[in-house]
């Protein structure tokens, strides 16, 4: 093993990119869709309760395993792993460290482009003039899809795929100082103000101005207007816990490689706190002031209800700033794009960095040779994201590694962090050199009342009922009809629920049931290969000694 | 908006920027690598 030498340059430059790491593309295009779909401002309630029982522990838990793994010379999650969890196999649990960053990255880098491209689609006026479903088609246009063909082949978006792919593998060959931590530096205060211009231009937006037909704040009202029944519907609880989660990038084995650039004594109380309340201001702040009220405003209520979805941000917005005059449009869709990219780009280095470090502990390679076996890895899984996007492959990708993982990862972290490693000698972990009291009251929130909140969110994404529904799901059980599980939940993903073309080809054309066992396959051989790397690490390692 | 809609996010937002300035207030006055660990005595 190669004792790396690395450090954080600053406190607020690991702050920056950590909160990078958690604010992504989600907290504007997902955390908006999800507030409006599960009880409007009552869904808030439930979403602080779960950052507070849930969210924070996480991160003060990863935070504690990465820092503690770095003392002992391991940047990545299979040995972070094997040292808290005190056998040899939970290094094997580790693997979902690697694999999950592996396969996010292989179509988040490609959606990273997609906002990339369209900064430079926005500087030189393609959406000028454009009809909203001129705008749209121009999306479909630009990723090959709805053309009748099994396999989508954009050539622009390629080349756009590759030139983000190249920027975040010579970001990440600089190493931690001086690529990672300036990258978070430049990134993150750039996203924050075109955040804010486009939060303070969306809220002065008045119906009967620049074309729109009611004011922001009917958005505004829309996603805060409290609906308190909704506080005894599990759905709405299961929905807030999953959108804390996803939000924070727990579960992916990134916090841990982070925090393991910590000293011993480190401060990780105030800096897990720090980062994990800056990912919710651009979240609830910024998120939640942007595409639902300047959608609202030019294009009602009735339509966002329809139509909010993640794709929205690029088949959408484009054309409702095309209201503001020429100018404001460029630069708003340079800010809103722009906005996009640096969320995108700070979280997959954050991604990237845990697979480097592996290469680098664990097979000694350097930087340089790091960084491009990484580059070569994401170009050979993202391909079928990319080639087989309309059949279903990049959505795979997302559920296995974006959804499926990260739960399992985070049960089974707290598990060994909690219980086996030890909830006294954990606390103390955590608490060591803290900056800020911690009440002792999160000790038990830890052992007890986190676990449990990651149970519910796994079983609620194992069981889901259809329309998310659980008391008429439970009831239909009651009655005899079986449950009705829902086409995205774990058992429905696996059962194919909702395909009703089960055959793998027709006339000698694959189906998109073929596709996504292909897909599946792929994943499955990923975590496999993945297991057999690190089982040959630690048997060098053996051997060495 | 509505009154009640206006409290829920008035209060949301206070809560959040609230934690957002103490926390990052405390960051910045207190540099990380100026703390001496175990491994630097």
């Known amino acids: 093993m190669t004792h790396t030498n690395e450090r954080w340059g600053s406190r607020i430059g690991l702050i920056l990119a950590m909160a990078g790491n958690a604010v992504g593309l989600g907290n504007f295009l997902r955390f908006p869709a999800q507030a409006v779909q599960n009880g409007g401002g009552a869904f808030i309630i439930p979403y602080l309760v779960s950052f507070l029982l849930m969210g924070i522990p996480l991160l003060w838990i990863e935070w ?42 292989a179509y988040y880098v490609y959606i990273e482009s997609w906002t990339l ?156 706190a720090a980062a994990g309340w800056m990912n919710e201001f651009v979240e609830v702040v910024l998120g939640g002031s942007l595409i639902i009220p300047i959608a609202v405003a030019y294009l009602g209520l009735p339509w966002i209800k329809e139509n909010v979805g993640f794709e929205m941000g690029f088949r959408t917005m484009p054309m409702l700033f095309q209201n503001w005059g020429p100018i404001l449009a460029a630069v708003a869709g340079i800010a809103w794009f722009g906005l996009l990219f640096c969320a995108g780009v700070t979280s997959s280095l954050a991604m990237g960095q845990p697979v ?112 998310g529904n659980w008391l008429a799901a439970f009831s239909d059980l009651l009655h005899g009809q079986g449950w009705p599980f829902a086409t995205d939940s774990i058992i429905g993903t696996v059962l194919n629920i909702g395909i009703t073309e089960k055959r793998w080809f027709i006339d000698g054309v694959p189906t998109q049931i073929f596709i996504l066992n292909m897909t599946r396959l792929l994943l499955l051989s990923t975590f496999i290969a993945i297991s057999v790397a690190v089982y040959l690490a630690w048997r060098r390692k053996e051997v060495k000694q | 908006m509505t009154t009640s809609a206006w409290i829920m996010m008035l209060t949301t937002w206070a809560v959040v920027i609230f934690f957002v300035v103490k926390f990052f207030i405390k960051v910045i006055r207190l540099p990380l690598n100026q703390k001496r660990s175990v491994k630097d005595l």
Not at chain 1, 72 to 99: C, D, E, N, T
Not at chain 1, 393 to 414: C, K, N, P, Q
Not at chain 1, 416 to 444: L, M, N, Q, S
């Open chain 1, 356 to 467: 480097m470090a592996f290469f680098q502990d664990e097979y000694g390679l350097n930087r340089r040779r790091s960084a491009i076996t990484l580059g070569g890895i994401l170009l050979m899984l993202s391909l079928p994201c990319i080639l087989f996007y309309e059949m279903g492959a990049f959505g795979e990708f997302d559920y296995w590694a974006g959804t499926f993982s990260l739960v399992v990862f985070a049960l089974l972290e707290i598990i060994a962090f909690a219980w086996i490693f030890g909830i006294d000698k954990g606390w103390a972990e955590i608490t060591r050199g803290a900056d800020i009291k911690i009440h002792p009251i999160f000790k038990y929130v830890i052992k007890y009342v986190t676990p449990l909140f990651l149970v519910a969110v796994f079983v609620g994404s194992v069981f889901k009922p259809d329309g």
């Open chain 1, 117 to 272: 491209s369209y900064v430079w689609f926005s500087l030189t006026g393609a959406f000028n003039g454009k009809t909203t479903e001129q705008v749209s088609q121009f999306f479909s246009a630009y990723l090959n899809i709805g053309t009748g063909q099994s396999i989508n082949l954009p050539i622009k978006a390629i080349l756009f795929f590759l030139t983000a792919l190249s920027i975040n593998i010579l970001v990440l060959s600089r190493g931690l100082a001086k690529g990672v931590e300036i990258a978070s530096k430049i990134g993150m205060p750039l996203l924050l103000i075109f955040g804010a211009f486009l939060a303070v231009r969306a809220l002065t937006l008045n119906a009967g101005e620049a074309g729109a037909v009611n004011d922001a704040f009917e958005g505004l009202n829309f996603l805060w207007q409290p609906q308190f029944d909704s506080l005894s519907n599990p759905k709405i609880w299961l929905a807030a816990a999953g959108q804390i989660f996803f939000t924070l990038s727990v579960g992916m084995g990134t916090v841990h490689c982070y925090a393991s650039y910590l000293r011993q004594n480190d401060d990780i109380a105030l800096n897990g």
């Open chain 1, 64 to 105: 504690a395993i990465g820092r503690h793994g770095g003392q002992h010379g391991f940047h990545s999650a299979p040995g972070m792993m094997q040292s808290i969890g005190r056998s040899s196999l939970w290094k094997y649990v580790g693997v979902f460290g690697i694999f999950t960053n592996l396969a996010i990255l």
